[in-house]
């Protein structure tokens, strides 16, 4: 979803640090093989989430979501050596597309870095799966966001960084809720949680379509 006209899009674009070769080559054979491309997080998504990475350098980060797994290999660029990462998707037809990628940023980028990768309901798997989390980044099924908030805040360290993608929704979240949308009504009451938390500060970001950082204090 793009909120800003065309041309200003393009040009912040083309002013922020360009795409690695990797995540090109990702994102071609994922247009090329996969159903909906579009859940990508795309090149200046992907910026935004290294940079945050890069700032952040956590040791440990909780992906929900994996999708082909670009913003995977994105967070994966700001983590220090010997860390790792766990992400979670339910669709095990992409789990080896993902595996390819990342075992080609563990040859060339950072042999140190564990990608693990769980297939299966990420309800099931987030309780068998523990912290403590230095970074988490919610991009999953959108109704079931609160769920997973519920599940992840006590596998928190302190200082921990909750980034949740998709919080516009496509400028739904402004929009008259329609009888039959199963999502908006969830990331409505997601992004209220998220700001009146008390263990959170939270700022919303309009990057792409809508992308939250929540510190834990």
Not at 55 to 64: A, C, D, G
């Amino acid at each position: 979803m793009f909120f800003l006209p065309q041309n200003l899009d393009d040009y912040i674009v083309a002013h922020s640090q360009d795409e690695p070769q990797i995540l090109q080559d990702l994102t071609r054979e994922t247009y090329q093989k996969v159903l909906q491309p579009i859940m990508l997080s795309g090149p200046y998504q992907g910026r935004v989430l290294s940079m945050i990475s890069h700032l952040k350098t956590p040791k440990r980060v909780l992906e929900l979501g994996t999708f082909t797994g670009y913003a995977t290999l994105c967070i994966a660029e700001g983590m220090p050596n010997d860390s790792e990462i766990i992400t979670i998707d339910i669709n095990e037809e992409l789990e080896s597309l993902a595996g390819r990628y990342f075992a080609r940023f563990r040859e060339s980028v950072n042999p140190t870095i564990t990608i693990t990768q769980k297939i299966g309901p990420a309800l099931d798997i987030i309780p068998e799966v523990d912290g403590p989390f230095d970074l988490v980044f919610i991009d999953a099924d959108k109704p079931n966001y609160l769920k997973y908030f519920n599940l992840i805040i006590d596998k928190m360290a302190p200082g921990g960084l909750i980034v949740s993608d998709n919080v516009l929704w496509h400028g739904k979240v402004v929009e008259p809720v329609q009888v039959k949308d199963t999502s908006t009504p969830v990331l409505l009451e997601f992004n209220k949680v998220l700001k009146e938390d008390v263990r959170l500060q939270t700022v919303l970001i309009p990057v792409r379509d809508g992308l939250t950082l929540s510190r834990v204090k």
